[in-house]
């Protein structure tokens, strides 16, 4: 099966500035010309929030300052300006194929 | 609106069973994937498994098959996690999800599953 590598593993970013996490899977998630590698954010307490889907499509309604790039193996989210409200943990997660395994996720904390 | 709407919190002995649900609002399941996912105290998101609920099919990580199954009802727009045998390692909070182009674009709220005697 693919493993999903995340780091950092936690980061502290000054407001608006930009925070950076990669996400770096074993093999391959492209899939017929895709790329199957989405982000979700989620808050203590909260289920998680879907933010980019496909590697660099914004879901409806998600701020601009998220963005994600990537194809093949390494993936990225960036946050830029960062927010107080940005303030959680981030999960990349590959759907080319079952199992759709998560990251290990990254805590981002706001400075 | 779309929404999950999953049952209350369980407080189950080990070796018990339990059967979650997760009933879809503002969509009809037949037309979705319905996953389910896994979270321990303090810990990461683990995927669980899918179900297709136009036809039953399902799927679950290997690790879960001898613990999880995955069960829908059409008529009542639900989708089911029963967890078997359980123990203290199942002690989570359980997430249902809907996907959409491959992504789990709307989720339940989550039900807490306490295992403990």
């Known amino acids: 099966d693919i493993v999903l590598t995340q780091s950092p593993a936690s980061l502290a970013v000054s407001l608006g500035q930009r925070a950076t996490i990669s996400c770096k899977a074993s093999?391959?998630?492209?899939?017929?010309?895709?790329?199957?590698m989405n982000w979700y954010q989620q808050k203590p307490g909260q289920p998680p929030k879907l933010l980019i889907y496909?590697?660099?499509n914004l879901k409806s309604g998600i701020p601009a300052r998220f963005s994600g790039s990537g194809s093949g193996t390494d993936f990225t989210l960036n946050i830029h300006p960062v927010e107080e409200e940005d303030a959680a943990t981030y999960y990349c997660?590959?759907?080319?194929?079952?199992?759709?395994?998560f990251g290990g996720g990254t805590k981002l904390e706001i400075k | 609106e779309v929404q999950l709407q999953q049952s209350g919190a369980e407080l189950v002995r080990p070796g018990a069973l339990v059967k979650l649900s997760c009933k879809a609002s503002?969509?009809?399941?037949?037309?979705?994937?319905l996953h389910w996912v896994k979270q321990r105290p303090e810990e990461g998101l683990e995927w669980i498994g899918w179900?297709?609920?136009?036809?039953?099919?399902?799927i679950c990580e290997p690790k879960f098959q001898d613990k999880a199954s995955i069960t829908a009802d059409t008529s009542s727009n639900t989708a089911y996690l029963q967890l078997s045998s359980l123990t203290s390692e199942d002690t989570a909070v359980y997430y249902c999800?809907?996907?959409?182009?491959?992504?789990?674009?709307?989720w339940g709220q989550g039900t807490s599953v306490t295992v403990s005697s």
């Open positions: 997660q590959k759907s080319n194929e079952d199992p759709y395994t």
């Open positions: 179900i297709d609920p136009e036809n039953g099919n399902s």
């Open positions: 093999q391959s998630v492209d899939y017929d010309g895709d790329s199957y």
């Open positions: 496909a590697a660099s």
């Open positions: 999800a809907r996907e959409v182009r491959r992504a789990m674009d709307c």
């Open positions: 503002g969509f009809n399941i037949k037309d979705y994937y």
